[in-house]
């Protein structure tokens, strides 16, 4: 084992992102351009076997939970084989999927069969109209499908439902979510609108806060607090019923930067920070020109030395990263 990875703020950092794909089968409003966004070649890709080893030497610092995203992450193909060589690593304690759900249910049974253990879903809308207004796809039936395939899997819990949160649209979605949670053993979860968005749509005005998500659910079915787990993102809530619960993820009005202990690979296999650095450090050039782990792990503990302590989303002259959400990894 080695020392554990730390950034220059005392953070230990436990946690990677990896997207294994740009390209994605939704055009969601918040995340991509309507007319999509050039994909990268196939062999600009990060190969399953250099995100192993990368897994494998941030393993071995310490970071042992790996979320798989995208893009969409089910669009790469056989990705069960990378879950499976990922599964095998000792030092990955956590390996789960962020994904769009459009095909889960046909690829659900290969991933827990590869060690698959968790699976986040993102799902904006539950009225087949609105979904499409927000994805620009009608697919809606698809991804209740996938969801339902991923709950019969016991061994994938919890299943969380990741629901983007957009002032004069998710207002008449948010009780329709509360009484999903409710029948199924989902944690949906709110997250409020980020400044990644393809169109460079994105304004202050377009964020609904949690605040008024949290009170629109609270006078249908009242709320109580869990809390919030360290380095967790979410503000936990459970219904006083019993009947479940629901998370809320609130980058802009409550930030939670303090405790962040999460990178980001992305899937040419540049090192990210923050969501939103404005810089990014290159693993896949010294990956294929023949480094060593040491050499790797050099390149590494100087890119997260200098991780940002917060984003500046809140300050004056903020500057959004000239990615979108879908090129850096949901």
């Not at 799902?123 to 979904?131: E, G, I, K, S, W």
């Amino acid at each position: 084992m080695r020392a554990p990875l730390v950034d220059g703020h005392g953070r230990e950092i436990g946690d990677v992102r990896i997207s294994v794909t740009d390209r994605c089968n939704f055009r969601c409003q918040y995340c991509m351009p309507a007319e999509g966004l050039p994909w990268l070649d196939r062999s600009e890709l990060l190969s399953y076997e250099e995100i192993a080893r990368l897994v494998a030497l941030l393993g071995s610092m310490g970071v042992h939970d790996v979320r798989l995203t995208g893009g969409e992450p089910l669009a790469r193909r056989d990705l069960w084989r990378l879950v499976e060589l990922l599964a095998a690593d000792a030092n990955v304690h956590d390996l789960s999927l962020t994904t769009n759900g459009y095909l889960l249910a046909r690829q659900v049974g290969g991933l827990v069969a590869a060690g698959l253990r968790r699976v986040n879903v993102s799902l904006d809308a539950l009225a087949p109209d609105r979904f499409f207004q927000l994805t620009r796809r009608r697919a809606l039936p698809q991804v209740l499908e996938g969801l339902a395939a991923a709950e019969a899997f016991e061994q994938l819990r919890p299943i969380k439902v990741n629901v983007v949160a957009l002032r004069d649209f998710t207002e008449d979605e948010v009780v329709r979510f509360a009484e999903f949670a409710r029948r199924h053993p989902y944690e949906v979860r709110f997250i409020e609108f980020m400044p990644l968005d393809g169109d460079r749509a994105w304004s202050r005005e377009r964020v609904l806060p949690n605040a008024e998500v949290r009170a629109l659910i609270d006078a249908a079915y009242p709320l109580e607090p869990i809390g919030r787990e360290r380095h967790g993102t979410a503000r936990r809530w459970r219904f006083a019923d019993g009947a479940g619960e629901i998370g809320f993820i609130s980058p802009v009005s409550e930030p939670f930067c303090g405790d962040c202990n999460r990178i980001r690979v992305t899937a040419e296999g540049k090192l990210r920070t923050c969501l939103f650095s404005l810089h990014e450090t290159d693993l896949r050039a010294p990956l294929r020109a023949g480094a060593s782990d040491d050499e790797l792990e050099a390149i590494v503990r100087e890119a997260v030395w200098a991780k940002e302590l917060k984003h500046h989303v809140n300050d004056a002259g903020f500057v959004q990263p000239a990615r979108t959400m879908s090129q850096i990894g949901g």
